[in-house]
């Protein structure tokens, strides 16, 4: 049986540690912001929105992954970049205000390469992987299967996120 993209992804998914899924997901995160605001350029409203419900979906995902037995004030300390980060992206969308979706987006950058420079440092077996992460495997649902439905902690946010998600496309 030939490989297809969508099994490679599912595949490198499956057998990523955690913190190459928790780099794979902001890396996702910002595609989707990214191509949100080329999708406002191209006067393409309903694809923008997409977009941004499926960015602002990650990073629901990157807040309820955080384990907060686990270093609370780190934990915390994280929490609420992640917060900034899906406010500016609700506030973006909302108001289509490029500005604050470049905000969020420069704040994913610079989250991207700090875990991207974990990624480099964190030893290649599981054991080593877990015993230095603040964050446990983060769970990946793809969108055929249960929806995603939570609300953001201490966000003042209350609205549960549409559907599953995915972070290929």
Known sequence: ??????????????????????????????????????????????????????????????????????????VGKIASVYVFIFRRLM??????????????VRVLQEERETWRQVCEKVGTTQTEVESTLVMPPVSMTPPTQTPLSTTLPDAGLDQPAPGGFSIDA
Not at 9 to 37: S, V
Not at 48 to 67: D, F, Y
Not at 91 to 104: M, P, V
């Open 1 to 74: 049986m030939p490989s297809t993209p969508g099994s490679y992804l599912e595949t490198e998914i499956l057998t990523a540690p955690p913190q190459k899924l928790q780099l794979m997901m902001i890396d996702a995160a910002i595609r989707f912001a990214q191509r949100a605001n080329e999708h406002w350029k191209a006067d393409q409203e309903d694809l923008a929105c997409e977009s941004l419900v499926r960015s602002q979906q990650i990073v629901t995902e990157l807040i309820n992954g955080l384990n907060r037995e686990e270093s609370p004030e780190l």
């Open 91 to 104: 506030e973006a969308s909302l108001e289509r205000n490029e500005t604050k979706l470049l905000e969020a």
